[in-house]
């Protein structure tokens, strides 16, 4: 069924998830590849992982995300390593309960809280830490600043050059927030992740993923956690799931996860890092021999596709039945 379906019907949005990385080799050259993948969070479930690769797998489990630690030798020229899992995630009103980390209450990387600028700011939205509170400094964040239309590669996300400039993509919306929400007492963190389409595209292309990369926020108030998408705006992004977001967990949590795995792939710098992609994919890999990668992530839409025509079939026979009844009765 389409997303919107599973929305009216209250129901999680199911997508297969597929991460292919393609490589040129010769027989015997060693590779490490780890790849970052999401798991189970307060909106969503993840499920039936498989990689494709018949020598050393080692799953790690962290905090927010766990990371599939391929290596071995090649046996054979031109391999590939395939990733799939299953997602649902919830498409409703939701808060949750979970633990409090001091760290959403402190100023941290692109996350001045503490700034005066920013201090000031927030005082003259609200003076408290409620719920109420998170959404007006939601509406403000997503008011205030416009979307850039220059290239934004390598480009800083700090919050109070975004408040400054009044310009930010999705990772500034999100860091002002958690900025301004801190500096009013209400622990936040930005939450890097995937917006997943709502019809995949049937075109794939290599470097990239038909999910796009996205942040958004999850704060602390009124006793429980809840979901805002500052970037998106509008009462629909405020506390409301949509089924098509894939947290891979707190932003500055997943970076150090990426640095460890980084360190693990080098192997005390016997290893040399062939590629690697922070976003849309979140993958690092190296070798010790002559080899290229060709990383590509999509949704595996097949068997919806189908679904939906069915359905879509369904309709129009319905509704031509109802139809000529009422010519009939005329």
Same mark, same amino acid.
């Given at each position: 069924?389409?997303?919107?379906?599973?929305?009216?019907?209250?129901?999680?949005?199911?997508?297969?998830?597929?991460?292919?990385?393609?490589?040129?080799?010769?027989?015997?050259?060693?590779?490490?590849?780890?790849?970052?993948?999401?798991?189970?969070?307060?909106?969503?479930?993840?499920?039936?992982?498989?990689?494709?690769?018949?020598?050393?797998?080692?799953?790690?489990?962290?905090?927010?995300?766990?990371?599939?630690?391929?290596?071995?030798?090649?046996?054979?020229?031109?391999?590939?390593?395939?990733?799939?899992?299953?997602?649902?995630?919830?498409?409703?009103?939701?808060?949750?309960?979970?633990?409090?980390?001091?760290?959403?209450?402190?100023?941290?990387?692109?996350?001045?809280?503490?700034?005066?600028?920013?201090?000031?700011?927030?005082?003259?939205?609200? !003076?408290?830490?409620?719920?109420? /509170?998170? @959404?007006? %400094?939601?509406?403000?964040?997503?008011?205030? #600043?416009? *979307?850039?239309?220059?290239?934004?590669?390598?480009?800083?996300?700090?919050?109070?050059?975004?408040?400054?400039?009044?310009?930010?993509?999705?990772?500034?919306?999100?860091?002002?927030?958690?900025?301004?929400?801190?500096?009013?007492?209400?622990?936040?963190?930005?939450?890097?992740?995937?917006?997943?389409?709502?019809?995949?595209?049937?075109?794939?292309?290599?470097?990239?993923?038909?999910?796009?990369?996205?942040?958004?926020?999850?704060?602390?108030?009124?006793?429980?956690?809840?979901?805002?998408?500052?970037?998106?705006?509008?009462?629909?992004?405020?506390?409301?799931?949509?089924?098509?977001?894939?947290?891979?967990?707190?932003?500055?949590?997943?970076?150090?996860?990426?640095?460890?795995?980084? !360190?693990?792939?080098?192997?005390? /710098?016997? @290893?040399? %890092?062939?590629?690697?992609?922070?976003?849309? #994919?979140? *993958?690092?890999?190296?070798?010790?021999?002559?080899?290229?990668?060709?990383?590509?992530?999509?949704?595996?839409?097949?068997?919806?596709?189908?679904?939906?025509?069915?359905?879509?079939?369904?309709?129009?026979?319905?509704?031509?039945?109802?139809?000529?009844?009422?010519?009939?009765?005329?």
């Amino acid at each position: 069924m389409h997303p919107v379906l599973f929305k009216i019907l209250k129901r999680p949005v199911k997508y297969t998830i597929v991460e292919e990385y393609e490589f040129k080799n010769n027989i015997g050259e060693d590779i490490r590849l780890a790849i970052l993948l999401p798991k189970d969070g307060a909106y969503q479930t993840v499920s039936n992982i498989s990689i494709d690769w018949d020598k050393n797998i080692e799953m790690v489990d962290y905090d927010s995300l766990q990371v599939a630690r391929v290596s071995g030798k090649f046996t054979r020229h031109n391999q590939k390593i395939v990733a799939k899992y299953d997602v649902q995630i919830k498409t409703r009103e939701y808060s949750w309960q979970g633990n409090i980390d001091n760290s959403y209450l402190q100023p941290s990387k692109d996350i001045e809280s503490d700034s005066v600028i920013l201090k000031e700011a927030t005082s003259k939205i609200t !003076k408290g830490n409620t719920v109420e /509170d998170a @959404y007006k %400094i939601y509406t403000f964040v997503s008011e205030y #600043l416009s *979307y850039p239309t220059q290239n934004r590669i390598g480009v800083s996300q700090s919050a109070i050059k975004a408040y400054n400039c009044k310009i930010g993509g999705c990772g500034e919306h999100a860091n002002l927030m958690v900025a301004m929400c801190r500096a009013s007492n209400i622990p936040a963190k930005s939450i890097s992740g995937l917006a997943l389409p709502k019809i995949a595209k049937l075109s794939k292309k290599a470097w990239n993923h038909q999910a796009g990369a996205h942040a958004w926020v999850e704060f602390y108030a009124d006793g429980r956690w809840h979901y805002a998408d500052p970037a998106w705006g509008g009462k629909n992004n405020f506390g409301k799931i949509d089924g098509g977001h894939l947290s891979y967990g707190c932003k500055d949590k997943e970076h150090k996860i990426y640095l460890e795995n980084l !360190k693990w792939a080098k192997e005390n /710098d016997i @290893y040399t %890092i062939i590629g690697s992609m922070t976003a849309p #994919l979140k *993958y690092i890999c190296s070798s010790t021999g002559k080899v290229e990668i060709t990383p590509m992530g999509y949704i595996d839409n097949n068997e919806k596709y189908i679904a939906l025509a069915v359905i879509l079939m369904i309709i129009i026979f319905l509704e031509g039945v109802v139809f000529s009844k009422k010519l009939k009765f005329k």
